[in-house]
């Protein structure tokens, strides 16, 4: 089976094929651009479908779409995502099956991404299956039963919206959210935070010197410096595994998997996170529950995005 994909995001975007035995996968040509958000979405398609077909070497059999949510995979149609202001009820897949004509759909890309490490990735072979994004934001897919699950209108999986803690770094418009302590951005949060309080007594942490701003802080910037000993980077570091072990401690009690697949951060930093993140799961999930789950990084790394896309035309 020859598979396109097409990975929309609000800075870059990726045309990609690949063949399909039923089995393995093989990545077999790509193109990107980046998006230019100075033209209107169907023109944007259009540039897109162009790049498309420059790398096909024959007619498609399924194309896959992952973008960015909110959207509705069941009328194929991009409802303004954040990242991409100005895609409102875009059609997108009506507008590339009038091209190809054949079959396409449309995911958003957590739920991309998890089909991806299920077919092809962390989750092969799993039944029961959860993945977290861990990137500049917290998103989840879930596989449920073996096949995905999204929900009543593709909301399924908004996991970093729960909120574990009164207070705290500010992720999905809530302070002390799932996604504020579990993604690049609330590491870096967390780490400014911290670091203001040092400088409160003439201290420093190795990540942060005088006139740093919280725009100088990154989440690899203090895992850097966790690595190197830094006690504060360390602590930045410990908090957010201790709050991972919580949040993953209550998807285990609902959904009992089998498998949570996390990627980005999690995947370059999991030696700091999870000790404590497994400390916490033991604490606070139910003991059954979570003896038969493993918590374990992305296989896909930088291809991911890739993988996505090309899965979703498999759904």
């Known amino acids: 089976m020859n598979i396109l994909g097409f990975d929309i995001g609000g800075t870059k975007c990726a045309v990609v094929t690949a063949s399909w035995d039923g089995k393995d ?10 998006t230019d958000r100075s033209i209107a979405p169907e023109a944007m398609i259009d540039r897109l479908i162009q ?15 992952s973008c ?3 959207l509705s995979s069941e009328r194929g149609v991009i409802m303004c995502p954040p990242n991409l202001p100005e895609w409102d009820n875009v059609e997108i897949v009506k507008q590339i099956e009038a091209h190809y004509g054949v079959p396409t759909k449309l995911q958003n890309d957590a739920n991309a991404c998890a089909v991806a490490e299920w077919k092809f990735g962390a ?8 993945f977290f994004t861990f990137g500049t934001g917290l998103g989840a897919g879930l596989i449920l039963d073996g096949k ?3 929900g009543t209108n593709d909301n399924a999986g908004e996991a970093g919206h729960i909120r574990l803690a009164p207070f705290g ?16 951005n609330g590491i870096a949060q967390l780490g400014y935070t911290m670091a203001l309080e040092l400088v409160q007594q003439g201290k420093y942490p190795a990540y942060f010197e005088p006139g740093f ?3 100088d802080v990154t989440a690899k910037s203090v895992a850097i410096a966790a690595d190197n000993g830094d006690p504060t980077a360390l602590e930045v570091y ?7 072990g919580r949040g993953l401690s209550v998807i285990i009690d609902i959904l009992n998997p089998e498998k949570i697949v996390i990627g980005s951060v999690f995947q370059r930093s999991e030696h700091l996170i999870r000790p404590s993140m497994e400390k916490t799961i033991k604490e606070e999930a139910l003991p059954m529950a979570a003896a038969c789950c493993q918590v374990v990084p992305a296989q896909l790394s930088e291809n991911i995005g890739d993988y996505a896309a090309v899965a979703t035309a498999l759904l």
Do not use: H
Request: glycine share 16%; with cysteine; charged share 25%.
């Open 123 to 130: 989750g092969k072979g799993c039944k029961n299956m959860v």
């Open 148 to 150: 995905l699950y999204s």
């Open 25 to 34: 996968i093989k990545l077999t040509a790509k193109d990107r651009c980046d």
């Open 169 to 184: 770094p500010v992720g999905y418009g809530k302070k002390g959210s799932f996604e504020g302590f579990c993604s690049g």
């Open 68 to 70: 960015g949510g909110p």
């Open 213 to 215: 701003t919280a725009a």
């Open 238 to 244: 410990r908090i957010c595994g201790e709050q991972l």
């Open 51 to 65: 790049m498309a077909d420059n790398i096909l070497d024959c007619p498609p059999d399924a194309i896959g779409i």
